[in-house]
């Protein structure tokens, strides 16, 4: 019998743990692995709710804990927490020796993980690849992961051709479809009630998820389109309740932070909450009638329970939505009139008939089949991959 592969899983946020948790498990559970948990960023600060946490109230034990954010959100503190990230995982992995390490999406704490990797020549499975978000830096890393990865989940079929379009082997390069439709499917959601005794909150006749991230790629414009996004929800006035998750550690998040507390903290009909956990996050989004700001969560699971998103600014910019999403520029008017179509009857009633492009749902099982049977000697035998272009035979 062949020895189980060490399967190192990296997390640092509590969106992405939340997406990976099934895949964690089926890891876990699984005789063909010995599950290996390196946790880092977000989950080990206070600031953020030590999500580490609820990570092992779910029965998965930590093999490295790697600190690295610092009390500073600038672009320097950043880079240096992306520093010392690079440090960190390095021990880790020469602690754990994995034979494949996984990692999700486009965050800086993750770039510092798949360097460290590189380096020490293990091999990489990004998840989440091949996607773009033009108002953030996390388009240039998740790219940039893409070139250290050996294989390559992807959530949709424009995903996949642009990781082959990166120079990456088709045969490497997995459809998989969006792990937060599992994540919805995989779980019994809480009721109204069980939410308002848990939470300490009541939902009111009209109820929405806020979530706003500082746009990285637009210096000194997030408290601007935050101060927007908080004036055009103040307008809706105190019928509508209001339900903000916190920014992300990202440049200028602590700002943002700070305007949501102050904003929460004069209006009765609004609560804010530095993590939810992945159960509770995604019941409260099935109660909501919609989700607000420029969150992932709004394009790839919302449309799976039939409400609108609307997505402000550039941050998500470039990718595939569903026709529950509704953009809009981050100004006050724009946010206004976006909401107002939000509840409008005639969005809502095209919403029973929305499809989710990242699809219904069995990403974690194909992602756990790729792990099981994929060869791993020769994996970082890797070549640039040359696709056909067509000749431009124009006169300049």
């Known amino acids: 019998m062949s020895a189980a592969r060490r399967i190192c899983v990296v997390t640092g946020t509590r969106a992405e743990y939340g997406l990976m948790r099934g895949l964690i498990a089926g890891i876990r559970d699984d005789d063909a ?67 494949l390490v996984v990692v999700l999406g486009d965050r800086f704490e993750i770039l510092a993980a798949a360097s460290a990797a590189l380096v020490a020549g293990i091999p990489i499975a990004h998840i989440h690849g091949g996607e773009t978000t033009e108002g953030a830096f996390d388009e240039a890393i998740r790219h940039s992961v893409t070139k250290m990865s050996h294989l390559h989940f992807t959530a949709a079929a424009p995903y996949r051709d642009r990781v082959i379009q990166l120079g990456e082997a088709p045969e490497r390069v997995f459809l998989v479809g969006g792990l937060g439709i599992d994540a919805i499917k995989g779980l019994k959601l809480l009721d109204r009630a069980e939410l308002e005794g848990q ?14 991230h500082p746009p990285t790629l637009e210096p000194g414009e997030a408290a601007a389109q935050m101060q927007a996004l908080l004036d055009a929800l103040d307008s809706l006035g105190p019928e509508t309740h209001l339900l903000f998750t916190m920014p992300n550690a990202d440049t200028g998040g602590r700002e943002l932070a700070a305007m949501v507390d102050r904003f929460v903290a004069a209006r009765p009909h609004a609560r804010v909450f530095t993590s939810l956990g992945q159960l509770r996050y ?43 999403v509704i953009d809009c520029a981050p100004q006050q008017d724009a946010i206004e009139a976006a909401l107002e179509r939000l509840f409008s009857d005639d969005f809502r009633k095209g919403l029973a008939g929305v499809e989710n492009p990242y699809g219904t749902g069995g990403a974690t099982m194909a992602i756990l089949d790729v792990l099981r049977r994929h060869p791993l000697s020769g994996l970082l035998k890797k070549s640039f991959h040359d696709i056909a272009l067509a000749t431009d035979t124009g006169e300049r």
């Open 33 to 99: 692995f010995e599950l290996q948990l390196a946790v880092t960023g977000m989950h080990l600060s206070p600031e953020f709710g030590l999500t580490w946490r609820e990570i092992e109230a779910d029965g998965f034990p930590i093999d490295e804990r790697v600190e690295i954010l610092l009390s500073s959100d600038t672009p320097v503190g950043v880079s240096k927490a992306m520093g010392l990230g690079l440090i960190g995982f390095a021990d880790a992995f020469a602690r754990l020796k994995p034979d």
């Open 199 to 212: 939470l300490d909150l009541e939902f009111g006749a009209r109820n929405l998820m806020v979530t706003f």
């Open 282 to 324: 995604l019941s409260c989004m099935r109660l909501m009638d919609g989700v607000v700001g420029n969150s992932s969560s709004g394009l790839i699971e919302t449309p799976s329970f039939g409400i609108g998103t609307v997505n402000i600014g550039d941050r998500q910019a470039g990718r595939l939505k569903a026709a529950s």
